[in-house]
């Protein structure tokens, strides 16, 4: 299984006219941290001052989080309708491909 989230739905048309919805799904992947130790005093020094503003703006804070394209879903009205998911922006689901399947699971 696969962790996807929704990063945009838009409203669209389809060739013969009808609307439907161009859905978004991205992959989340979480990067593993690694501990820097550094050698010098003022290195040290400065990694304290960067960490402090890591939790003070959250404009610094680095990112452990990629996103990779993973699908786009192009759905009638009536499409989206039957396949009975009401997708959120920013909300995640586990994307299962299994014998010619496609199944979305909400997480919480």
């Not at 992959?27 to 402090?52: I, L, S, Y």
């Not at 680095?62 to 699908?71: G, H, I, N, S, W």
Request: cysteine-free.
């Amino acid at each position: 299984m696969t962790r996807v989230r929704v990063q945009k739905i838009e409203s669209t048309r389809d060739p013969d006219g009808n609307l439907g919805k161009r859905i978004e799904l991205i992959e989340d992947r979480v990067v593993p941290r690694f501990a820097v130790r550094p050698a010098t005093e003022e290195a040290r020094m400065v990694q304290e001052v960067v960490r402090t503003l890591q939790q003070q703006l959250p404009v610094f804070t680095a990112r452990t989080q990629f996103a990779f394209p993973k699908m786009i879903l192009f759905l009638t009205e009536r499409e989206y309708e039957k396949l009975g998911i009401d997708f959120d922006v920013n909300q995640v689901y586990e994307l299962e491909l299994s014998e010619q399947a496609i199944r979305f699971k909400r997480t919480p």
